[in-house]
């Protein structure tokens, strides 16, 4: 954090309060002790002697949020790759060992050590994109000790970068080879070890679970949220993304952050969400990755004012891309979002995903996480994803050049 008084000036500033971008115009932001202290024009800005960055005409935003990945990883899946273009379906995978299982006995068979070293080129590719804040969720371990692995490594990744890490528990992601046939068994497992213990160690910022006919049910997954709920913890939740389980339902009835996903919610969920405040999550890349057809329902979200955030799900088997920046074109290419609604999916509506209210923001005290762009128009931000607009990029105040390629 630099405690240094800063300014970007000479730039337009999409500020993301209100609706759309908030746009202003022939603007600077100041900012000191990592916290934002002024946003406005630079005809009435107050006077000013500490560094100033001159953007050159081009846009400042918030810094950019991935609100859902699942970063910390071993192994590779590129041979499923190649099954489901031989015909193969993601539960005909699973169904045969392969899918999660494949990646939990890869993650499991991997140090600690390991797992950072393989995580941190991921990190870095989002971060020269312009990421600030990133969730990274467990669910490759499902033991207690392969989950706190999970986790310590994400926690390590946060400590070493500048960029701010929330890490969710998933544990409830799939069904670990020694439970086989136990779901209920396994569920009870976490709910009584796996989960009160990695939240007294402090790792678990958020409980996720994955909701679906290849996952565990509504009431198993009531279970885990339940628990969490007693513990004080937010739940996030898979939803409706192969079928309609109505676990958008059930997450809503547990003031859910967020429901993720999503092709296969209905009007019912999409209400349900809009009434508890609960963000959409919209997965882009899985949905082209698994070339999926059936979009989230965007027109009702947009009926009930449901707030929609844009993530990159970052994981080895349905969405191995490591860029938010696409997301946002493809959120605007297979979804039909405007380019204001990329933008602030990747921002305000990010933030709120993960329960911040302190970033996703460009105004008085907010965190100084900020991104200046080679850009004049913030439709260039979805209309294309070339990672060489971005200028410069600040953590908490800390200005990070954005590396030369």
Wanted: glycine content about 8%; charged content about 20%.
């Amino acid at each position: 954090m630099s405690h240094q008084p800063q300014r970007i000036a000479n730039v337009s500033i999409a500020t993301m309060v209100g609706s759309g971008y908030g746009l202003q115009e022939q603007a600077v932001v100041d900012f000191a002790d990592g916290v934002i202290t002024y946003v406005g024009p630079a005809a009435t800005a107050p006077r000013h002697d500490g560094e100033v960055f001159d953007g050159n005409g081009g846009l400042v935003t918030p810094g950019l949020i991935d609100c859902h990945t699942h970063l910390v990883w071993a192994g590779s899946r590129a041979d499923e790759f190649a099954q489901r273009l031989h015909g193969a379906s993601y539960a005909d995978i699973a169904a045969a060992g392969g899918g999660i299982a494949a990646t939990v006995r890869a993650t499991r068979a991997a140090s600690l050590d390991d797992l950072i070293t393989v995580s941190r080129p991921r990190l870095q590719a989002l971060m020269d994109e312009g990421v600030t804040t990133i969730e990274i969720k467990s669910g490759y371990g499902l033991s207690l000790a392969d989950e706190r692995k999970q986790l310590a490594a994400a926690r390590a990744l946060g400590d070493n970068a500048p960029v701010s890490v929330q890490t969710t528990l998933l544990a409830a992601h799939a069904l670990p080879p020694e439970f086989k046939q136990r779901a209920d068994d396994y569920i009870e497992h976490i709910v009584t070890e796996i989960l009160p213990t990695l939240a007294a160690e402090g790792f678990v910022d958020a409980v996720d679970a994955f909701c679906e006919s290849v996952g565990f049910t509504p009431a198993q997954t009531e279970r885990v949220f339940a628990a969490a709920q007693a513990l004080g913890i937010p739940v996030k939740l898979h939803a409706e993304q192969l079928s309609n389980q109505h676990g958008s339902e059930l997450a809503a009835r547990y003031q859910a952050l967020s429901c993720d996903h999503l092709e296969y919610l209905d009007e019912a969920g999409v209400k349900a969400m809009a009434a508890s405040g609960t963000v959409a999550v919209l997965l882009p890349g899985a949905f082209y990755f698994l070339r999926e057809t059936k979009r989230p329902p965007m027109e009702l979200f947009r009926e009930y004012r449901v707030p929609m955030a844009l993530a990159t799900d970052a994981n080895p088997g349905t969405s191995p891309l490591l860029s938010l920046q696409l997301m946002l074109n493809m959120g605007a290419t297979l979804f039909r979002l405007t380019p204001e609604e990329c933008l602030r999916g990747v921002t305000v509506n990010a933030a709120k995903a993960l329960g911040l209210s302190d970033r996703g923001q460009v105004k008085v005290g907010q965190r100084a996480d900020l991104c200046c762009w080679n850009v004049s128009d913030a439709a260039e931000l979805s209309y294309s994803f070339s990672n060489q607009r971005l200028a410069a990029c600040w953590y908490q105040g800390t200005l990070r050049q954005k590396p030369s390629r």
